[in-house]
């Protein structure tokens, strides 16, 4: 039996996760999710692949506030509306996607610009502005300021495996993953065509091929070697390494870790 262990979501693009209780799925992703994202000031984004230090900084939502704090720093909290007031709109690019984003005060931008240490803006995606998925996979669905898939899901037994293959075991953190479950075998979620989780029913796209944020400590900041080296050895398949398993929804509705997975189509 799969159960699902743990629900998180990355409120900015490529800052640290929250873990959740439970939380709302809909088209785009779980709610809050990579809806805000930090770009240059030519509008494009950019992450830990370049600024591992983004992995430092740790928001939290209260109420209607995100809130964005170092986990190492004494820097000041930062308070931020969770929908701008009275913004203007901007041109973003997100890999080959141009979108359009609304943008916050120079306080708020100045504050990132000087714990990251580059200058940048914040944005956030309206809901009026819909990022559409259309590739050789999917058609007509949308998705927030994520790479390419609303939701990411990987096994335990998966991340147990590959640690088996590491010196020193990583903790699931390092893969961003949106849904965590426990049971089953490693890597049966590469087996996976179409599952429910509650009322909730995705459908499993296609294998997550994984870059050098893998191999940022999100603790520290600090990149190595692991565990795309590991994972090079036994997951690379086309010249890509591979783990995890990006995933759309077909339905919306409210699920909450301890609810069963069930399978109801296989590859």
Same mark, same amino acid.
């Given at each position: 039996?799969?159960?699902?262990?743990?629900?998180?979501?990355?409120?900015?693009?490529?800052?640290?996760?929250? %873990?959740?209780?439970s939380s709302f799925v809909d088209?785009?992703?779980?709610?809050?999710?990579?809806?805000?994202?930090?770009?240059?000031?030519?509008?494009?984004?950019?992450?830990?692949?370049?600024?591992?230090?983004?992995?430092?900084?740790?928001?939290?939502?209260? !109420?209607?506030?995100?809130?964005?704090?170092?986990?190492?720093?004494?820097?000041?909290?930062?308070?931020?509306? /969770?929908?701008?007031?009275?913004?203007?709109?901007?041109?973003?690019?997100?890999?080959?996607?141009?979108?359009?984003?609304?943008?916050?005060?120079?306080?708020?931008?100045?504050?990132?610009?000087?714990?990251?240490?580059? !200058?940048?803006?914040?944005?956030?995606?309206?809901?009026?502005? *819909? *990022?559409?998925?259309?590739?050789?996979?999917?058609?007509?669905?949308?998705?927030?300021?994520?790479?390419?898939y609303p939701f990411l899901i990987?096994?335990?037994?998966?991340?147990? !495996?590959?640690?088996?293959? /590491?010196?020193?075991?990583?903790?699931?953190?390092?893969? *961003?993953?949106?849904?965590?479950?426990?049971?089953?075998? %490693?890597?049966?979620?590469?087996?996976?065509?179409?599952?429910?989780?509650?009322?909730?029913?995705?459908?499993?796209?296609? %294998?997550?091929?994984?870059?050098?944020?893998?191999?940022?400590?999100?603790?520290?900041?600090?990149?190595?070697?692991?565990?795309?080296?590991?994972?090079?050895?036994?997951?690379?398949?086309?010249?890509?390494?591979?783990?995890?398993?990006?995933?759309?929804?077909d339905s919306a509705g409210e699920?909450?870790?301890?609810?069963?997975?069930?399978?109801?189509?296989?590859?």
């Amino acid at each position: 039996m799969y159960k699902l262990s743990q629900i998180n979501v990355y409120p900015i693009k490529s800052l640290a996760g929250i %873990p959740l209780q439970s939380s709302f799925v809909d088209e785009r992703g779980l709610i809050h999710d990579r809806r805000w994202m930090l770009v240059y000031e030519n509008g494009m984004f950019f992450t830990q692949r370049d600024h591992p230090q983004m992995a430092l900084l740790q928001p939290s939502i209260e !109420k209607n506030i995100l809130k964005v704090s170092h986990k190492h720093s004494k820097t000041d909290e930062l308070e931020i509306p /969770l929908v701008p007031d009275g913004s203007s709109e901007i041109d973003v690019t997100v890999w080959d996607d141009k979108c359009i984003a609304q943008t916050y005060s120079t306080q708020i931008d100045e504050w990132f610009s000087n714990v990251i240490g580059i !200058k940048c803006r914040l944005v956030f995606m309206p809901d009026s502005f *819909r *990022r559409e998925i259309n590739n050789e996979f999917v058609q007509n669905k949308s998705v927030g300021f994520a790479d390419a898939y609303p939701f990411l899901i990987i096994g335990k037994e998966s991340l147990k !495996k590959l640690n088996g293959h /590491l010196k020193v075991p990583l903790p699931m953190n390092r893969f *961003r993953t949106n849904f965590v479950f426990s049971g089953g075998s %490693p890597f049966d979620e590469d087996t996976w065509k179409r599952i429910k989780i509650g009322d909730v029913v995705f459908d499993v796209i296609k %294998p997550c091929a994984r870059c050098v944020i893998t191999t940022v400590n999100q603790s520290t900041g600090e990149k190595g070697k692991e565990p795309l080296a590991a994972l090079s050895k036994f997951r690379r398949v086309n010249g890509k390494v591979l783990f995890g398993q990006n995933m759309v929804a077909d339905s919306a509705g409210e699920i909450n870790i301890n609810l069963q997975i069930e399978v109801l189509e296989r590859k």
